[in-house]
């Protein structure tokens, strides 16, 4: 599964419909749910961002799919993040480790 974080603002359409940002909401959900996908976590928030939500995907296309729908609504604008887990950061280190040795030089050489 993909992992994403989005950082949320309402826009001035968002706002002048606050009354309706449950409803949004569970419609996004649902969206998520119908490509096959979860969100894990939603959440109003005070201060810089509205809404944080954190909502996984059968794979990246199927989650940028869902929030261009979620962006194109008008209600939102987002700053969106992959996000990897444990298991998933390990396997990244791996690799990184396995292909070139940064050096204090700058320089790239192989590993």
Do not use: C
């Amino acid at each position: 599964m993909s992992t994403y974080v989005s950082l949320i603002n309402w826009t001035e359409q968002g706002i002048r419909g606050f009354r309706d940002t449950i409803r949004r909401a569970e419609n996004f959900s649902g969206l998520v749910k119908d490509a096959g996908g979860t969100v894990r976590e939603l959440l109003w928030t005070v201060g810089e961002y509205d809404i944080v939500h954190v909502a996984e995907f059968p794979d990246d296309e199927t989650g940028v799919a869902a929030l261009l729908e979620l962006g194109s609504a008008g209600n939102i604008r987002a700053h969106t993040m992959k996000a990897f887990n444990a298991e998933e950061m390990a396997a990244i280190i791996g690799r990184a480790s396995n292909r070139r040795e940064y050096r204090r030089s700058g320089a790239w050489s192989a590993g």
